[in-house]
């Protein structure tokens, strides 16, 4: 838990992710020994995460031939976006590595964070094609594992670069979201969970438009999330304001120091908020 909140630290504006190593116990519990971090060729966007594969084989091959754990699991952050579970695409990830390795089960935890602090959730995904959260049970010492391992590896291993751990377990199915969503302001759209759902689809089509720029998260001081998507010589911040979705979301670009408003002349509300942004953003993109 402290390896894999010190990793989430390390990117709280981009995903980041790693691999649980343990075994599976008679009657179906994961119990996770040891944990893994991105490899130094990982790939960090605002939206998702794919490992180092040749660093995964390496340390991973250690951990099993020479240790015996068995790679049961995998982890991901969903940094400061208040999604506290599992995206669509998590779950048919999950569900294909099920069904291509010819497993019955794997453990999948998704990771949360503020500036301050990480939470993680565990589910257990199974063959199938179902779902659930699990419970954490915390043995609160020193692993001795880590310890064994981490010497076995030595430079091999990818550490995190954040010195201290600061997280928040969230330790019972019932008791979700205080603690692994952002504070937002009262009355603001990403209070609701459904809206949160929406601004993970808005940042996978924005990703899917500008692929060469690097795009991530923030929350500005009154607590108002931005998306910035920043490429060689510009930065594009789109602000979702106090309004939002009532009113458009502010969209500036910043380019040698100007700043520029890029505005449609209308900003249309319908039912769906994804497709009221995505039709804005394109309207805006084709001006």
Not at 77 to 93: E, F, I, R, V
Not at 126 to 131: E, G, P, W
Not at 202 to 230: E, F, G, K
């Amino acid at each position: 838990m402290d390896f894999i909140s010190r990793c989430i630290l390390d990117y709280p504006n981009i995903e980041t992710g790693g691999e649980l190593f343990g075994f599976w116990s008679v009657s179906g519990t994961p119990v996770v020994l040891y944990a893994i971090g991105p490899g130094p060729s990982a790939n960090h966007q605002s939206t998702f995460f794919n490992q180092d594969t040749e660093y995964l084989n390496k340390v991973g091959s250690v951990i099993v031939d020479h240790f015996g754990l068995h790679h049961i699991g995998e982890w991901h952050s969903h940094h400061q976006l208040g999604l506290a579970q599992p995206s669509g695409h998590d779950a048919q990830t999950m569900f294909t590595t099920i069904r291509n390795h010819n497993l019955h089960r794997f453990l999948c935890c998704i990771g949360n964070c503020t500036n301050e602090y990480s939470t993680l959730n565990a589910f257990n995904f199974v063959d199938n094609r179902q779902y659930s959260r699990a419970e954490w049970s915390i043995n609160d010492l020193e692993s001795p594992f880590r310890k064994v391992i981490d010497e076995q590896l030595g430079v091999l291993l990818q550490m995190p670069r954040t010195r201290k751990a600061s997280y928040k377990a969230i330790a019972r199915p019932t008791t979700v979201t205080s603690q692994s969503v952002p504070s937002y302001p009262d009355g603001y759209w990403l209070n609701e969970k459904t809206n949160r759902l929406v601004l993970k689809d808005i940042l996978d089509y924005i990703t899917s438009r500008n692929s060469s720029l690097s795009t991530s998260v923030n929350m500005d001081p009154s607590r108002y999330v931005h998306i910035l998507s920043q490429g060689d010589s510009f930065i594009e911040d789109i602000m979702f304001g106090e309004g939002f979705p009532n009113t458009a979301p502010d969209i500036k670009r910043i380019q040698n120091g100007i700043i520029q408003s890029l505005r449609c002349p209308e900003w249309s509300l319908t039912n769906d908020i994804f497709s009221s942004f995505a039709n804005y953003y394109s309207s805006i993109h084709t001006i």
